[in-house]
């Protein structure tokens, strides 16, 4: 062997331990439980144990290298490159190393100093005091060990429209609260659901429990690791004068109940908007699932019309308990294929409103393609459905739903212009 790959070898074998230093609790998992773990792993929130300290991270060692390996935790559902999010707070496969590799050598501290600052949020609002709060008016206890969506009508008390720039969400009751959608029932809809079974509000499931037929009908929503984050500059979402706001809360109090009054802080925007920001629904409601099928693939499409170039903000992939994996990909006219976001472990507890770093620009003629894929067997351990049964769209727990919603602004509108 010659000196000088023998210097070489011998360089980098000195090298090795160096690369492979060993990770401690101060300077890299201390990091990565900050930006990954703690927006839910905090004191009152959805996770059952707080990741805040070096004890807490030190007692829960084992399991966080279970669920880490597994790919249980962080619940982070976009597959990555398939469309790129602000916020993601998936685990690079390093950092997942990182957590590995610590737990292994024993969970060592490392030096003290090194611990960055504490970030968790502990206000009650992240972004501030919002402008209005509105709230379910009494409070809703929901039964145990259920798993239930429950609508709450709110009344809009502004006598013009008002354009929304952020909503976020306080749940009352944060271990039995999963997440909340609000809508905007324009027409009143609601107004004959509520009370009707002689609690607060009304059952609905995957919806307002009224047809959405207008791109108006979504406000937001909130899930758990959810940030609030304030629409880009000039966006807004509109609440037409005279609408009522629809809450839907999906509890999951599965261990212990308890009451809960969830409030909705909205923060509307400071000067005109320029853009509305609309949801509009891809959806397949046509389709059947045979029972016992593994694998049942549906799709649903959407061409953009003539002159209506629009902008995607935001996406929001939905699917009941059958669904396995979601896809959606946008098809712009005469170029291929571009991913919009790929879901292969759909798990109804953890949706989301995933918002795109950049805003994704779709030229009229472009289409959309949602594919939806079900486990309608008995080997689904999510199946609600026992005996096996056919199972097509609607709005029940045991009904499907194969549907993305895409919050969009259009090219061609501009409020501002005169
Ligand atoms: C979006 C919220 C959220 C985030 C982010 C999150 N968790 Fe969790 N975690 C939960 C919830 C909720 C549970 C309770 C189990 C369940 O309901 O799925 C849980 C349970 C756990 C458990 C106990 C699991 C068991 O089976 O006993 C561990 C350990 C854990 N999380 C570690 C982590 C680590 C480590 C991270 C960051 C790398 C993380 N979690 C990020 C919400 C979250």
Known sequence: MSRRLIFILST????????????????????????????????????????LTYDDAQLWMDDIKRVVSDKIMPPWKPVPGFGEFRDSYGLSD????????????????????????????TGDW????????????????????????????????????MNVRAVDVLPGNRPIVHHVIM??????????????????????????????????????????????????????????????????????????????????????AKAPIEKRLFYIPVVNTR???????PQNVVNATFDV?????????????????LGKKINVELTPRGRSKQPLIFIDDWDFKYQGFYNYKDQIPVASGS???VTCTFDNSANNPRNPNDPLKEVGWGEGTQDEMC??????TFDFESLLRL
């Not at 997942?96 to 960055?116: C, F, H, K, Y």
């Not at 060990?145 to 709450?152: I, K, L, V």
């Open 12 to 51: 980098f074998l000195l090298a090795l331990p160096v690369a492979q230093a060993q990770p401690t609790y101060s300077k890299e998992v201390s990091r990565i439980l900050q930006e990954k773990c703690q927006m839910c792993h905090r004191p009152n929130d959805i996770a059952p144990m707080p990741l």
């Open 94 to 121: 390093a950092e997942r190393q990182t957590l590995i590799s610590w737990v292994n050598a024993g969970a060592p501290m490392g030096d003290p100093s090194e611990i960055p600052p504490a970030t968790a949020p």
């Open 126 to 161: 992240q972004l501030g005091d919002p402008d209005l709060i509105v709230q379910m008016t009494e409070s809703y206890t929901p039964p145990r060990g259920g798993d239930m969506y429950r609508c709450f009508v709110v009344t809009n008390p502004f006598d013009q429209a």
């Open 183 to 268: 809508y905007i029932d324009e027409k009143g809809a609601s107004a004959n659901l509520s009370g009707k079974d002689g609690s607060p509000g009304y059952t609905c499931f995957g919806g307002p429990g009224f047809d959405i037929d207008s791109i108006n009908a979504m406000l937001g929503g909130w899930a758990p690791g959810t940030l609030p984050r304030y629409l880009p500059d000039g966006i807004g979402v509109q609440i037409p004068k005279g609408a009522r706001l629809v809450m839907q809360v999906h509890y999951f109090p599965q261990l212990k109940t308890g009451e809960d009054v969830t409030k909705v802080g909205l923060y509307f």
């Open 287 to 293: 389709f059947k699932i045979p029972p016992g099928d």
């Open 305 to 321: 019309p003539p002159f209506a170039d629009l902008k995607i903000v935001q996406i929001f992939p939905h699917m009941h308990l």
């Open 367 to 369: 289409s959309v393609r």
């Open 403 to 408: 549907l993305s919603f895409f919050g969009v």
